[in-house]
């Protein structure tokens, strides 16, 4: 198992602005994933982290938007720029073990309002 | 991607045995199927994974037929604490890993 660690838990911004959100895992993981998950919705996978290389977005989602950066195995970054209210969401780091067959373990979530 | 649907609700009553059933009828073949339970404020937690056939841990058993197109989440005698979204996931094991989230079912046992 892995225990992951998210800053910060929630946080107010305004309109135009950016936040970046850190992950911090205890031990070394293969594959970190980005999510958003919107109130009362299910998780929208937005990006995997690589270490060392840039973020493979999924579709729907760009860097210029959620950049991304995992400068070695045991944390991440996200970043939402040039926030509006429609980004209002709980973002979840997760990880996953490579060889495993994809179990994954979640942060707690960052909650997100957007003025 | 596997298209994945998933009741959006059930309900149930204390001690009761519940049965989510999960359709993914283009899973891949390499792809495992694992169900997550989520409580409002916290992340998903993993339950149980499995890749066909019968699999079962101390909380729950997961069947998959033989063509995988489908698999059932039971959970043996709920509580109340069991009330909670339950997400269904198909994806492939290590290689392009792509986990694909189904919409959920929110579960609500009463006393």
């Known amino acids: 198992s892995a225990v992951i660690s998210q800053k910060p838990s929630r946080d107010i911004c305004q309109r135009g602005t950016s936040l970046t959100i850190q992950c911090q895992v205890d031990?070394?993981?293969?594959?970190m994933f980005w999510y958003r998950q919107q109130p009362g919705q299910s998780l929208t996978l937005i990006a995997t982290a690589n270490q060392g290389s840039e973020a493979t977005y999924e579709s729907g989602f760009v860097i210029d938007k959620f950049p991304i950066s995992r400068p070695n195995l045991t944390f991440s970054t996200l970043t939402v720029s040039n926030m509006s209210p429609e980004d209002s969401s709980i973002y979840l780091c997760s990880v996953a073990a490579a060889s495993g067959g994809g179990e994954q373990f979640f942060g707690p979530g960052t909650r997100l309002t957007v003025l | 991607l596997a298209k994945i649907t998933q009741p959006i609700s059930m309900d149930s009553y204390e001690g009761q045995e519940v049965n989510i059933t999960c359709s993914h009828n283009?899973?891949?073949?390499?792809?495992?199927i694992t169900w997550y339970q989520q409580f409002p404020s916290q992340g998903p937690r993993f339950i149980i994974q499995?890749?066909?056939t019968k699999v079962t841990n101390e909380v729950a058993s997961l069947f998959i037929p033989a063509d995988r197109k489908s698999s059932t989440l039971s959970l043996p005698r709920v509580s109340l604490s069991d009330t909670a979204v339950y997400y269904c996931?198909?994806?492939?094991?290590?290689?392009?890993?792509?986990?694909?989230f189904g919409r959920g079912t929110s579960l609500i046992v009463h006393p």
């Open positions: 996931l198909v994806g492939e094991g290590g290689g392009s890993y792509i986990p694909t």
């Open positions: 499995g890749y066909k």
């Open positions: 031990s070394q993981v293969t594959m």
């Open positions: 283009n899973i891949a073949t390499n792809d495992y």
